[in-house]
């Protein structure tokens, strides 16, 4: 697929050509509106040539930038799990019982984070769904949905009840916050830093492993061979991770 990244502060944004329009896969911090202008004008396309926007979830490094976007783009049409319609018009983070961090040090690194960066609140503004957006139960198909893109949108819960995922036909999958190349240094194995459910974000990686994943683009980090999911599958175990506050 020819696949364009659009590089935010921590967050890899994703844009693939639809026929005659782009899709967007999420849309970076609320505060980063004039860094996603920047991207997209590096990426010679126009706000106006988005016609649609996949939302892998409701996190505010995902969705923080949707509501703004929508507004100045009425035409755009927004591609939602189910579950997550409710989660984004709350506008915060939403975390099941037992959500924590995959391990020890990852747990510590995020507390300091949270102590020192008061502007890190995990809420964003809220998006109500519109009549035109598109909301997605189990596993669909982009021709289903009147989109030009050989590939489809895979539910994979585990980091949030509300994630999706794509695997496109050619084996390139956008994985949002499914798995992940950041913070290996401190044992990521190719997991995001926090899961609501690990049994189910494992499962999720053997949906995209089964769907014929190759190549994984994920939110966080660089590219890399679906191999790496195989290889690390299962490494992390529940009473290694350290919990944090639901809600």
């Known amino acids: 697929m020819n696949i ?28 980063e ?8 004008a590096a990426a010679a396309v126009r706000l106006d040539e988005v ?20 507004e100045a783009n009425p035409s ?38 949270g102590r020192f960066d008061k502007g890190w609140t995990h809420s964003f503004p809220p998006y109500t ?3 035109s957006d598109l909301l997605i139960d189990g596993e669909t198909r982009f021709e289903a949905l009147g989109i030009q893109l050989p590939g489809r949108i895979i539910p994979t819960p585990g980091h949030s009840p509300d994630h999706i995922s794509v695997v496109f036909d050619d084996g390139d999958c956008l994985a949002g916050d499914a798995a992940a190349n950041f913070l290996q ?16 974000y494992y499962a999720s990686w053997q949906k995209l492993i089964a769907a014929g994943a190759r190549r994984i683009f994920p939110s966080h980090g660089l590219p890399f061979g679906v191999e ?12 290694n991770m350290v919990p944090f506050a639901t809600g």
């Open 76 to 113: 755009l049409k927004v591609i939602v799990s189910l579950r997550g319609r409710a989660l984004l018009a709350s506008g915060k983070h939403y975390h099941t019982p037992g959500a924590a961090y995959i391990n020890r040090r990852i747990g510590l690194l995020l507390a300091l984070k």
């Open 4 to 31: 364009k990244t659009l590089k935010m502060k921590v967050t890899n944004l994703y844009l693939v050509p639809a026929g005659t329009k782009y899709l967007l896969v999420d849309t970076g911090y609320e505060y």
């Open 228 to 239: 790496a999911l195989r290889q690390n599958m299962g490494r992390h175990k529940k009473e």
């Open 51 to 70: 016609g649609f926007v996949l939302l892998t979830h409701h996190h505010d490094d995902h969705a923080g930038l949707l509501a703004q976007l929508a």
């Open 185 to 200: 240094w401190a044992g990521a194995a190719f997991c995001v830093i926090s899961v609501d459910d690990l049994e189910a």
């Open 33 to 40: 509106r004039e860094h996603f202008v920047k991207e997209l």
């Open 129 to 131: 769904a519109r009549q």
